[in-house]
Nanobody
């Protein structure tokens, strides 16, 4: 599967952005999806995840501010980010994970820059 992330940009603290990650192919509904981010000088960190059944989980740092969702008809996963803080500045990546009989496979998108000014 190929993933294309979009929706990043420059926003003031307290503002909102919605990231999108579009997947190729016709098996999107079989993938668990996640968002990760990487700030300069930091390791990539997990932000949020949504299962094939729609269950969601969030990192403590974004809980209550970010919402992950998916639209299987559009092969797209979203990350609605509200009440943004300067510390949310990072490149955001989407990830697709599928479990098969042969093992678990994951795929990454190319990343989209989010910059939050104070």
């Amino acid at each position: 599967v190929q993933l294309q992330a979009s929706g990043g940009g420059l926003v003031q603290a307290g503002g909102s952005l919605r990231l999108s990650c579009a997947a190729s192919g016709n098996t999107f509904s079989r993938y668990s999806m996640g968002w990760y981010r990487q700030a300069p000088g930091n390791q990539r960190e997990w932000v949020a995840a949504i299962s094939t059944g729609g269950s969601t989980n969030y990192a403590d740092s974004v809980k209550g501010r970010f919402t992950i969702s998916r639209d299987n008809a559009k092969n797209t996963v979203y990350l609605q980010m509200n009440s943004l803080k300067p510390e949310d500045t990072a490149v955001y990546y989407c990830k697709a994970i599928i479990a098969t009989m042969r093992g678990e496979y994951d795929y990454w998108g190319q990343g989209t820059q989010v910059t939050v000014s104070s």
